[in-house]
């Protein structure tokens, strides 16, 4: 789980790899709310997102409220 204005988030979202200790198949996740599937050797996780939005998604979450639930797709 990543915090949503992470750079890690950001870079998940374009198609990059991510430092990440997990092994296998994960959920990747921002402040709890799944993102997609990534698959990781224990060093980096590869992104598995569809290959329609990769490049063209940013994750936002809604500027008036700091603890809002909710997260839209740009």
Request: glycine share 12%.
């Given at each position: 789980?990543?915090?949503?204005?992470?750079?890690?988030?950001?870079?998940?979202?374009?198609?990059?790899?991510v430092?990440?200790?997990?092994?296998?198949?994960?959920?990747?996740?921002?402040?709890?709310?799944?993102?997609?599937?990534?698959?990781?050797?224990?060093?980096?996780?590869?992104?598995?997102?569809?290959?329609?939005?990769?490049?063209?998604?940013?994750?936002?979450?809604?500027?008036?409220?700091?603890?809002?639930?909710?997260?839209?797709?740009?």
């Open positions: 789980d990543y915090p949503a204005d992470s750079p890690q988030i950001q870079a998940y979202m374009h198609g990059e790899v430092s990440s200790q997990q092994r296998g198949w994960c959920l990747v996740t921002a402040d709890g709310y799944s993102l997609g599937w990534g698959k990781g050797d224990g060093r980096v996780l590869k992104n598995h997102y569809p290959k329609g939005f990769v490049g063209e998604t940013r994750v936002k979450m809604a500027k008036s409220d700091k603890n809002a639930d909710n997260f839209y797709f740009t």
